[in-house]
């Protein structure tokens, strides 16, 4: 009796929801990226064995350039807008919808208050060559502590964190900090590098 012959198909793989996958994770990460913005200065901060990491969000960043330089960072596009119009309060400046929506997206920033309209007014890459004086910290003309004082109150949850530069005076690192002391900052971050392991030879 002869043989029954069994018609063999070529197996198939259905790559379609592979591919639907793929485009899901692609959106996803694009939609939820954050891009660090471009810093107006650049901080070479001292290293240190602490792994601890600051959250992501509700951070008030003070730093500290090698020449003494001081800048202010708040993240919060919306809360950066109400903070600018309670400073314009304090010191009697009138701040427009469209000054406070470019402040709202700046990055770390370190103009007194009184030059910030100027400052807002010129266009993005303008912006990045302007050699910024940094914010007064001095003991007749401390902004710095209006800043701070404003951010909490715009913001209560914020952390307050400091990134100095490895070569900062320290004169001016101690006026930072006591400036947070004497507006009841007693708890605050100094943001460093993971210090390197030394491997065994």
Same mark, same amino acid.
């Given at each position: 009796?002869?043989?029954?012959?069994?018609?063999?198909?070529?197996?198939?793989?259905?790559?379609?929801?592979?591919?639907?996958?793929?485009?899901?994770?692609?959106?996803?990460?694009?939609?939820?990226?954050?891009?660090?913005?471009?810093?107006?200065?650049?901080?070479?901060?001292?290293?240190?064995?602490?792994?601890?990491?600051?959250?992501?969000?509700?951070?008030?960043?003070?730093?500290?350039?090698?020449?003494?330089?001081?800048?202010?960072?708040?993240?919060?596009?919306? !809360?950066?807008?109400? %903070? =600018?119009?309670? #400073? $314009?309060?304090?010191? *009697?400046?009138?701040?427009?919808?469209?000054?406070? !929506?470019?402040?709202? %997206? =700046?990055?770390? #920033? $370190?103009?007194?208050? *009184?030059?910030?309209?100027?400052?807002?007014?010129?266009?993005?890459?303008?912006?990045?060559?302007?050699?910024?004086?940094?914010?007064?910290?001095?003991?007749?003309?401390?902004?710095?502590?209006?800043?701070?004082?404003?951010?909490?109150?715009?913001?209560?949850?914020?952390?307050?964190?400091?990134?100095?530069?490895?070569?900062?005076?320290?004169?001016?690192?101690?006026?930072?900090?006591?400036?947070?002391?004497?507006?009841?900052?007693?708890?605050?971050?100094?943001?460093?590098?993971?210090?390197?392991?030394?491997?065994?030879?």
């Amino acid at each position: 009796m002869g043989k029954v012959k069994v018609h063999r198909t070529q197996p198939s793989l259905d790559m379609t929801p592979m591919v639907d996958l793929a485009f899901l994770l692609v959106t996803f990460f694009m939609l939820t990226t954050k891009f660090a913005p471009e810093e107006p200065l650049a901080v070479d901060m001292p290293t240190s064995t602490s792994e601890i990491r600051l959250p992501e969000t509700d951070i008030l960043t003070i730093s500290i350039s090698s020449d003494g330089i001081v800048f202010f960072n708040m993240d919060g596009k919306y !809360n950066r807008a109400d %903070l =600018l119009e309670k #400073m $314009g309060q304090k010191y *009697q400046i009138q701040f427009t919808e469209e000054e406070r !929506n470019k402040f709202a %997206l =700046l990055p770390s #920033m $370190g103009v007194p208050i *009184q030059s910030m309209k100027q400052f807002l007014d010129l266009d993005t890459e303008s912006r990045k060559h302007v050699e910024q004086p940094g914010i007064p910290c001095d003991s007749l003309n401390n902004q710095l502590a209006d800043w701070v004082i404003f951010s909490r109150m715009t913001n209560p949850k914020l952390r307050i964190a400091i990134k100095g530069d490895r070569d900062s005076n320290y004169p001016i690192v101690e006026k930072v900090i006591n400036t947070l002391i004497d507006n009841r900052v007693t708890r605050f971050n100094l943001i460093t590098n993971m210090e390197k392991s030394q491997k065994p030879s």
